[in-house]
């Protein structure tokens, strides 16, 4: 599976932004696909998931802030984010796993500064 994210940038304390990760197959062929993040000098940690059939996974750190949604005609996940906080920036990673195999994206670089 390829994974291609877009939509990360800089942004301000409190606004929103949108990620896209599109996969070379259908969502249907995938058990698991969301979003990591990576922040400097920290672990990689979840940030959203979605099943394949449809129940979803967050941080504890991103519910209510966060959502993710999934184009299955477009092969595509989505991340809303919203009221976004400083403690959000990292390269925000796509994710996808199959049988009993983990891929991943490239990943997009989400940066909040005042």
């Known amino acids: 599976v390829q994974l291609v994210e877009s939509g990360g940038g800089l942004v301000q304390p409190g606004e929103s932004l949108r990620l896209s990760c599109a996969a070379s197959r259908s969502l249907f062929s995938i058990e698991t696909i969301g979003w990591y993040r990576q922040a400097p000098g920290k672990q990689r940690e979840m940030v959203a998931l979605?099943?394949?059939?449809?129940?979803?996974i967050y941080a504890d750190s991103v519910k209510g802030r966060f959502t993710i949604s999934r184009d299955n005609n477009k092969n595509t996940v989505y991340l809303e984010m919203n009221s976004l906080k400083f403690e959000d920036t990292g390269v925000y990673l796509c994710?996808?796993?199959?049988?009993?195999?983990?891929?991943w994206g490239q990943g997009t670089q989400v940066t909040v500064s005042s």
């Open positions: 994710s996808a796993e199959l049988s009993q195999t983990t891929y």
């Open positions: 979605t099943k394949r059939w449809g129940s979803n």
